[in-house]
């Protein structure tokens, strides 16, 4: 079945480093991809998405580039913050009306100053 | 435009207890989606309603499960009998369109914890 594969984490950086969090994804057909973003004691928000090949979703500073010959949506930004501290979840999502988001077990990362 | 409104936020309940989660989707939105996160683990879709329908409710456990969308009011996510194992946090997501790509907007959540 479909599926979301992304990095384990606890990711721990300094703040300014860069940041790649990797995320490869099993799908029947085409879907659409998202990165979502958690942080502590919320729901979630989406942050970015791609909804074909070659699709470059950015927002914050984060980008993530829809791979189709690699199955892959890594997560990249050049210099983190503090405050980028959150628990990121990679979803997709077939595309097909009324079907669900299927997630990735999240990775968790620890920017400090 | 409020978003999606989940209540309550935290909800403790003792063994055999029933809990009851709702969620208010966003103005306009006819479809919710709930998932559930448990510890250390990623979000599973558990049931996808319109207004007055359970389209997809593959995600749910069988038994002591249920939820419903009414034409009126909040959806409810209803556990009888919880089990220590129901601990974790319930997201309700809604979208406006039943549209291939429509975006799914997550309320805050719900973390039930079970004693």
């Known amino acids: 079945g479909d599926s979301v594969t992304q990095m384990e984490g606890p990711v721990t950086l300094s703040e300014e480093a860069f940041l790649t969090i990797n995320c490869t994804y099993t799908?029947?057909?085409?879907?659409?991809l998202f990165w979502y973003v958690q942080y502590p004691g919320e729901g979630l928000q989406l942050l970015l998405k791609?909804?074909?090949?070659?699709d470059k979703g950015s927002n914050k500073g984060f980008e993530a580039t829809y791979r189709k010959e690699t199955t892959s949506f890594h997560l990249e930004k050049g210099s983190v913050q503090v405050s980028d501290s959150a628990v990121y979840f990679c979803?997709?999502?077939?595309?097909?009306?009324?079907?669900?988001?299927?997630f990735g077990k999240g990775t968790t990362l620890s920017v400090s100053s | 435009n409020a978003g999606v409104m989940q209540n309550p936020r935290h909800l403790v309940r003792r063994r055999g207890q029933e809990a009851r989660l709702r969620c208010s989707p966003m103005?306009?939105?006819?479809?919710v989606y709930w998932y559930r996160q448990l510890p250390e683990e990623g979000l599973k879709f558990m049931v996808y309603?319109?207004?007055?329908?359970?389209?997809?409710e593959s995600g749910m456990p069988k038994e002591r499960f249920s939820a419903e969308f009414p034409k009126e009011g909040p959806s409810i996510l209803r556990i009888q009998q919880v089990v220590r194992g129901d601990s974790a946090a319930y997201f309700c997501?809604?979208?406006?369109?039943?549209?291939?790509?429509?975006?799914?907007?997550f309320g805050p959540g719900t973390r039930l914890t079970v004693l």
């Open positions: 997501a809604s979208s406006p369109a039943e549209g291939a790509r429509s975006e799914q907007f």
């Open positions: 799908a029947t057909g085409y879907p659409s």
């Open positions: 791609a909804t074909k090949a070659d």
């Open positions: 979803a997709l999502k077939v595309n097909q009306a009324g079907t669900a988001l299927i």
């Open positions: 103005k306009g939105h006819s479809h």
């Open positions: 309603l319109q207004k007055e329908n359970i389209i997809d």
